[in-house]
């Protein structure tokens, strides 16, 4: 009974370790579907992970900049969830044309994961939604104390808990 609670914890703090380091997938909708120039649109994005789960208190926002001028001031424009998993926000575009969405995800203080997406205003059509991926993210320690905490303290800690668990453990009766 001991082992198999023993192995649950260690899993448990194990895994904490490895959190957030998983593909989000984002979905991007406007409404109108192609805005006009200067007039008002709402964007809808949904962000899950691979099995479908929605992916709630994102930080997410996007710069919008001229396809033919990328070195153009980028036009922000910051996404509120609205529900868990759905973020919308709402912004004009001052010409029509092709615009470099850069969608931006900040959630984790020490991490920034991007992707890139095209974007028509005026009169072609977009897809209905646009979808992209934002890959997983290598999230280095904040210092070399929290370095050394995961490197030599969980280990340490498991090595404490195993020991404790066996000492307390009742030792099997001998057969005479």
């Keep these: 009974m001991m082992r198999p609670l023993a192995l649950a914890v260690l899993w448990c703090l194990a895994s904490v370790g490895l959190a957030h380091a998983f593909v989000v997938i984002g979905t991007l909708s406007a409404t ?11 964007l809808l994005l949904t962000l899950e992970d691979p099995t479908r789960t929605p992916v709630p208190r994102a930080v997410v926002f996007a710069e919008f900049r001229p396809a033919e001028q990328p070195e ?17 926000t709402t912004l004009s575009l ?4 092709s615009w470099t969405i850069l969608m931006r995800d900040q959630t984790y203080p020490q991490e920034e994961t991007n992707a890139e997406l095209t974007f028509v205003v005026g009169e072609a059509a977009n897809p209905e939604a646009l979808t992209f991926i934002f890959p997983p993210t290598v999230v280095p320690p904040e210092n070399l104390w929290t370095w050394l905490g995961w490197l030599i303290g969980l280990p340490l800690l498991a ?10 453990s009742k030792p099997a009766a001998k057969a005479a």
């Design 72 to 88: 153009a001031a980028p036009i922000r424009a910051d996404f509120a969830e609205i529900s868990p998993g759905t973020y919308q």
């Design 159 to 168: 090595a404490v808990v195993v020991t404790v668990l066996v000492l307390r």
């Design 32 to 42: 109108p579907q192609t805005p006009q120039a200067g007039e008002p649109f709402t």
């Design 94 to 97: 001052p010409t029509a044309g």
